[in-house]
């Protein structure tokens, strides 16, 4: 059965810093990945995905993601946090050929002035 | 750009009473989907269509139906409301695999 696991529920961080999301997955063949951010009230919008080639994805305000195989990671990174990136975060697999997404947990990041 | 449209944004039912969500979308997908999210929890898969006139059960599909009758609305109809269906529902739809995902605002149901 696929699934995603996103290992922390809260991340915290300090405006400026880098900060990291984690998200592991567990699909048979090969995978699309895709990260969605949430702000309060609001729907998921869609902020990057890999589907093939280079690993390392750029997405929307600045955020990016590398996919690891071998791990089966896809972590969301970004250099350089802002106040504004606070919002709740969710990982998301599609298997190729597959019909559904399978959304992770969610993990809330909170980034402090 | 419209996208994917969830109405109503927020309703409150009665135990026992019936009503529809409705959603529709202008990008000519082929998927559609109903998710719920209860407070602080992620996304649970109710109902999906792969296409118009083909609907199949998620993963909580029980207290719910759907249809699709056209490209571009999947209608979600809560019969019977219960306490227990009060959540956040969107609608989201995609094109073929790999395509992103692109989901409504969401409708705020509270059933008392």
């Known amino acids: 059965a696929q699934s995603v696991a996103q290992p922390e529920d809260q991340v915290n961080v300090a405006e400026g810093n880098p900060l990291t999301v984690k998200c592991t997955y567990s699909?048979?063949?090969?995978?699309?990945l895709f990260w969605y951010v949430q702000y309060p009230n609001r729907g998921l919008q869609f902020l990057l995905k890999?589907?093939?080639?280079?690993?390392l994805v750029k997405g929307s305000y600045g955020f990016e993601a590398e996919f690891n195989k071998s791990q089966t990671s896809f972590h969301l990174k970004k250099p350089s946090a802002l106040v504004s990136d606070s919002a709740l975060y969710f990982c998301?697999?599609?298997?190729?050929?597959?019909?559904?997404?399978?959304f992770g947990p969610g993990t809330r990041l909170s980034v402090l002035p | 750009n419209a996208g994917v449209t969830q109405t109503p944004k927020f309703r409150i039912l009665k135990i026992g009473q019936s009503m529809t969500l409705q959603c529709t979308q202008d990008?000519?997908?082929?998927?559609m989907y109903w998710y719920r999210q209860d407070p602080g929890m992620g996304l649970k898969l109710i109902y999906y269509?792969?296409?118009?006139?083909?609907?199949d059960k998620g993963e909580v599909p029980n207290g719910y139906n759907v249809s699709r009758s056209t490209t571009e609305d999947f209608p979600l109809r809560l019969e019977l409301a219960a306490p227990s269906q009060t959540s956040v529902y969107f609608c989201a739809s995609s094109g073929t695999a790999g395509d992103t995902i692109y989901f409504g605002e969401g409708s705020w149901l509270t059933v008392v």
């Open positions: 269509s792969v296409g118009a006139g083909i609907t």
């Open positions: 998301a697999v599609r298997p190729s050929g597959g019909q559904n997404f399978v």
């Open positions: 890999y589907i093939t080639g280079d690993n």
């Open positions: 699909v048979s063949g090969n995978p699309y």
């Open positions: 990008m000519n997908h082929n998927y």
